[in-house]
């Protein structure tokens, strides 16, 4: 329903940190809760992180919470995923997806392409 594109992925060492971004096409990106989902191979997709759509309400994953931040500019049509004190089990291939503000994944109507994150120990 809306096109969503990751980029900001790449290579870093344990403890260091990136910024992923989503963008998002389309004049209605304000309409949907966004969030970030990660798969990891020989691993199911698992929820990361979530925003509503005023960006007023997060939600993180035990795993995640404290060190990833989820942020969006409705403005700029983006959602952000600050990724701090990364770890080894991070890594993933990190998905942008848009719909209803959850943690379930069956909630979320589109879904980008993904970034990987590959972080070295």
């Known amino acids: 329903q809306v096109q969503l594109v990751e980029s900001g992925g790449g290579l870093v060492q344990t403890g260091g940190s990136l910024r992923l971004s989503c963008a998002a096409s389309?004049?209605?990106?304000?309409?949907?809760?966004m969030a970030w989902f990660r798969q990891a191979p020989g691993k199911e997709r698992e929820f990361v992180a979530a925003?509503?759509?005023?960006?007023?309400?997060?939600y993180y994953a035990d795993s995640v919470k404290g060190r990833f931040t989820i942020s969006r500019e409705n403005a700029k049509n983006t959602v952000y995923l600050q990724v701090n004190s990364l770890k080894p089990e991070d890594t993933a291939v990190y998905y942008c997806?848009?719909?209803?503000?959850?943690?379930?994944?069956?909630?979320?109507?589109?879904w980008g392409q993904g970034t990987q994150v590959t972080v070295s120990s």
């Open positions: 997806a848009a719909g209803s503000t959850s943690t379930r994944w069956s909630a979320y109507d589109s």
């Open positions: 925003i509503s759509r005023s960006g007023g309400t997060t």
């Open positions: 389309g004049r209605t990106f304000s309409y949907y809760g």
